[in-house]
């Protein structure tokens, strides 16, 4: 994108971008080709909701370019083990598509980053930090660099739980 291509729009003051025929084509190209439209809009330097509207404009749009095919995304996702991601990018079918069809089909894949470790906190620990020195689960995620829920779980598969106060009976 050169300077000349910007120019001032003098009632709102905003700047805009020309178009022109050539970046048309290779919009075209690209679009037709199988880029997504994101990756197109970061190329251009523009938001994907503008390269939506240049596309239409173009006359070239069409939603869902290829319809997903529930059985493929299963086989993937079942039989083959993939991930999300790798389903994304073997079939092309965006994760939010793919998402959908597995949801339906009540199934999840395996994660991305693989299976996360179950962290363990040594009770003694625990007890000490949120019994005796009355800490909270906020505070002990904080330490422990771990997630509130975590904690929570934690505590509770530990058996580690505070002794609510009874409310004071007024006379």
């Not at 251009?44 to 503008?50: K, L």
């Not at 689960?137 to 330490?143: D, G, H, N, T």
């Amino acid at each position: 994108m050169c300077p000349a291509d910007l120019q001032n729009n003098t009632s709102s003051g905003k700047v805009y971008l020309q178009r022109t025929p050539e970046e048309d084509a290779k919009i075209k190209k690209l679009y037709n080709s199988g880029v997504s439209i994101a990756s197109i809009a970061r190329e251009f330097g523009v938001s994907r909701q503008v390269m939506i509207a240049r596309i239409k404009k173009l006359g070239i749009w069409f939603k869902n370019k290829t319809p997903v095919n529930p059985k493929k995304i299963i086989n993937l996702c079942v039989v083959q083990d993939c991930t999300l991601s790798e389903i994304e990018q073997r079939t092309g079918w965006s994760k939010v598509s793919i998402h959908h069809v597995l949801k339906e089909a009540n199934l999840k894949c395996r994660r991305d980053k693989g299976q996360v470790e179950k962290r363990e906190f040594p009770t003694e620990l625990l007890y000490e930090l949120f019994i005796v020195q009355d800490k909270t689960a906020r505070q002990l995620s904080v330490i422990f660099k771990a997630g509130i829920s975590t904690i929570r779980d934690r505590l509770k598969e530990a058996g580690i739980k505070k002794q609510r106060s009874k409310k004071k009976e007024t006379q």
